[in-house]
């Protein structure tokens, strides 16, 4: 016969309640990209401009992929994607180079040349990041 009395219920109940506040801090944690060190996402992305804009998160994240897929198009393309105040996305070509082997360094290689995207951050973007104390 299981016997509880008033002072374990009371225990127990504490226990339960301090599991979901527990929960629901972890959870807003991982919903809420200010609080915590994470990388930026598309989510979170869509999730901010949906409320800022009245607009559902899907209907945010197909803007969101619209804009993505035609800038990698553009990339693709070898053109250049300029974003005023923002910055340059541009495909530049890294020349072919000699590598080595660091476990046999008088093993020598060529390194092809090969397309990159580099990005050129813009003049509003770079004089707030410097301005900024650390």
């Known amino acids: 016969m299981l016997r509880i009395e008033l002072n ?3 225990f127990f109940r504490i226990y339960i309640l301090n599991i979901k506040q527990f929960r629901s ?3 807003a944690n991982i919903y809420n990209p200010e609080d915590n060190d994470m990388s930026l996402t ?3 992305i869509a999730m901010k401009m949906a409320k800022k804009l009245d607009m559902t998160q899907q209907e945010a994240l197909a803007a969101i992929q ?3 897929d035609t800038i990698k198009e553009e990339l693709l393309n ?3 994607v300029e974003l005023r105040n923002f910055g340059v996305f541009e495909v530049a070509i890294r020349a072919q180079k000699i590598g080595r082997n660091p476990n046999r360094p008088k ?3 060529i390194i092809p040349a090969q397309k990159v995207i580099k990005f050129r951050t813009g003049k509003e973007i770079k004089d707030k990041l410097n301005s ?3």
Do not use: M
């Open 8 to 10: 374990d219920f009371h």
């Open 25 to 27: 801090k972890l959870y």
């Open 42 to 44: 598309k989510r979170d």
């Open 66 to 68: 619209f804009t993505l």
């Open 78 to 80: 070898d053109g250049n």
């Open 107 to 109: 093993q020598e290689f």
């Open 132 to 134: 900024e104390p650390e």
